[in-house]
């Protein structure tokens, strides 16, 4: 049977949708490296961290316990107390364990969520720069995804009256992640409660805040836009463990929001995966009795941070800024669009990264899997000799470009 074939025998949904270009560059890169070459790799979002040894005991102690059946579907009653307590601790989101919706990673809840309340045709606003499954999901749900581009100059943040002018009739949900994916950008209480006024304006009219990488920022001030009491029961807050307790392998995500959309999350979870892995749950459980490591994890990627922006400002041609969190680098690199080493010409910043990865053997991502097609992504979730190395061997291969 041909491609065409079988293309044709899928479903439209699955036609539609793209691959992951942070998952695709990584696998290029798995494959130049079965073939002996030496790649670094700077294209995924995983801590190199280790998950901290508080965490894993439990793990090990809930199999010895005999953790090994079916979990509750929106997950286990103790982790969703824990992370009520944790959500209005740090955050000031007064929710109960009611709200609370644990699931297989976070990217589980943002689906769940998006599933729960778009119909087809209606309109995410979703802010750009953003995480690249974002508009994929939306399109499994059949929603029109509407993009509102944040500019360089403002830390890629998009603004309130940005907001506001892109905001029909058709508008069902906001989409932004804090800090963001792949930029680092943090939105502060002022842009985010101007934006929440905006939202407030317009009853029907929902947010999802994605702060997975709450915990990797780089300075103290952080505020939960669902903290404001007058949008509290339309903002659906998500989170989890993988990047902040680096647990990226034992999938736990969680939302928390109003009992009808965790019940619909519930629903929808229940005839989908049902309950997460119950040996990862009660790992968690325990995350937030000792954050220490969490702290000195952060401590690291400000180190590293603040090392690639030095490095990558040594580029000639490349603009580039100082994130505020994540471990994300994400520079302007236009000025090397339309070069040519006289073999390949670089049209795309997608060209680039190929081209880096065959010449230089480091692997980044294009920004326009991002929204952002004059930019690339940098990984700094990588020891400091292997950033040296990978930007000093960026920096020399680029020369070759005239």
């Known amino acids: 049977m041909s491609v065409s074939q079988t293309y044709s025998l899928l479903s439209d949904r699955i036609n539609a949708l793209s691959e992951s270009q942070t998952l695709a560059m990584s696998r290029k890169a798995r494959e130049l490296g079965a073939q002996g070459v030496q790649v670094i790799n700077l294209s995924i979002g995983e801590?190199?961290?280790?998950?901290?040894?508080?965490?894993?005991?439990?793990?090990?102690?809930?199999?010895?316990?005999?953790?090994?059946?079916?979990?509750?579907?929106?997950?286990?009653?103790?982790?969703?107390?824990?992370?009520?307590?944790?959500?209005?601790?740090?955050?000031?989101?007064?929710?109960?364990?009611?709200?609370?919706?644990?699931?297989?990673?976070?990217?589980?809840?943002?689906?769940?969520?998006?599933?729960?309340?778009?119909?087809?045709?209606?309109?995410?606003?979703?802010?750009?720069?953003?995480?690249?499954?974002?508009?994929?999901?939306?399109?499994?749900?059949?929603?029109?995804?509407?993009?509102?581009?944040?500019?360089?100059?403002?830390?890629?943040?998009?603004?309130?009256?940005?907001?506001?002018?892109?905001?029909?009739?058709?508008?069902?949900?906001?989409?932004?992640?804090?800090?963001?994916?792949?930029?680092?950008?943090?939105?502060?209480?002022e842009e985010l409660t101007a934006i929440a006024g905006v939202v407030a304006r317009h009853e029907n009219i929902f947010v999802l805040a994605d702060e997975i990488y709450e915990y990797i920022r780089f300075h103290d001030d952080y505020f939960s836009i669902g903290s404001l009491d007058y949008l509290r029961d339309r903002v659906i807050t998500v989170n989890g463990f993988s990047k902040g307790f680096a647990m990226t392998g034992w999938r736990v995500g969680y939302i928390a929001a109003a009992k009808w959309i965790a019940d619909a999350c519930d629903k929808i979870q229940g005839q989908v995966t049902s309950g997460t892995c119950s040996i990862s749950q009660r790992a968690a459980v325990v995350a937030y009795t000792d954050m220490a490591p969490t702290r000195a994890m952060a401590e690291a990627y400000r180190r590293r941070r603040d090392l690639v922006v030095a490095l990558v400002s040594d580029i000639p041609g490349v603009k580039t800024y100082v994130p505020d969190g994540a471990f994300y680098l994400f520079p302007d690199i236009r000025y090397y669009l339309g070069k040519t080493d006289g073999k390949t010409t670089l049209h795309t910043a997608e060209d680039l990264c190929l081209w880096l990865l065959s010449e230089a053997h480091v692997s980044l991502v294009t920004g326009e899997a991002f929204g952002a097609p004059e930019c690339i992504r940098i990984s700094f979730a990588a020891s400091e000799e292997n950033l040296k190395e990978a930007i000093r061997r960026v920096k020399e291969t680029l020369t070759k470009l005239h």
């Open 47 to 189: 801590p190199d961290f280790q998950t901290p040894a508080h965490i894993k005991e439990a793990a090990k102690q809930a199999i010895d316990e005999g953790f090994s059946w079916y979990t509750p579907v929106p997950g286990y009653a103790d982790l969703r107390g824990v992370i009520a307590d944790k959500l209005r601790r740090e955050n000031h989101l007064d929710w109960k364990a009611e709200n609370i919706v644990v699931s297989t990673g976070a990217k589980q809840s943002l689906a769940n969520v998006i599933l729960s309340l778009v119909n087809p045709g209606d309109e995410v606003i979703i802010f750009s720069p953003y995480w690249v499954s974002y508009s994929e999901i939306v399109k499994l749900a059949e929603g029109v995804t509407v993009l509102l581009e944040g500019s360089f100059e403002n830390g890629f943040k998009a603004t309130a009256q940005q907001l506001e002018n892109a905001i029909t009739p058709r508008t069902k949900l906001v989409m932004y992640s804090s800090p963001c994916n792949p930029t680092g950008a943090v939105f502060s209480k």
